[in-house]
């Protein structure tokens, strides 16, 4: 049974920085896309950052130069360091994993709010 935990989220000041960690289990993580979508009060989820089985990433707009994706295939994990962050970076933040044949799995989220 694939599982993904999503961890890292929590409160911080305009400015700062925060690191989101997504594990993966039940599943040859090297294999698979992974993604981070986020989710605000009120908004449609949208896609964060991206990063293929080979390591190519892409990002949206608004996070771009701010937020790095990167992997870990050894821990199976991915990771979104998120630096300069604004309050309107606050969301529900989740990772998905993605595959061939219709493989699409999803975490349960972590929070994440900018404030002072």
């Known amino acids: 049974q694939v599982q993904l935990v999503e961890s890292g989220g929590g409160l911080v000041q305009p400015g700062g920085s925060l690191r989101l960690s997504c594990a993966a289990s039940?599943?040859?993580?090297?294999?698979?896309?992974m993604g981070w979508y986020r989710q605000a009060p009120g908004k449609q989820r949208e896609l964060v950052a991206r990063?293929?089985?080979?390591?190519?990433?892409n990002y949206a707009g608004s996070v771009k130069g701010r937020f790095t994706i990167s992997r870990d295939n050894a821990k199976n994990t991915v990771y979104l360091q998120m630096n300069s962050l604004k309050p309107e970076d606050t969301a529900v933040y989740s990772c998905r994993l993605t595959g061939p044949g219709g493989v699409d799995f999803w975490g349960q989220g972590t929070q994440v709010t900018v404030s002072s």
């Open positions: 990063i293929s089985s080979g390591g190519n990433t």
């Open positions: 039940g599943v040859i993580f090297s294999f698979y896309a």
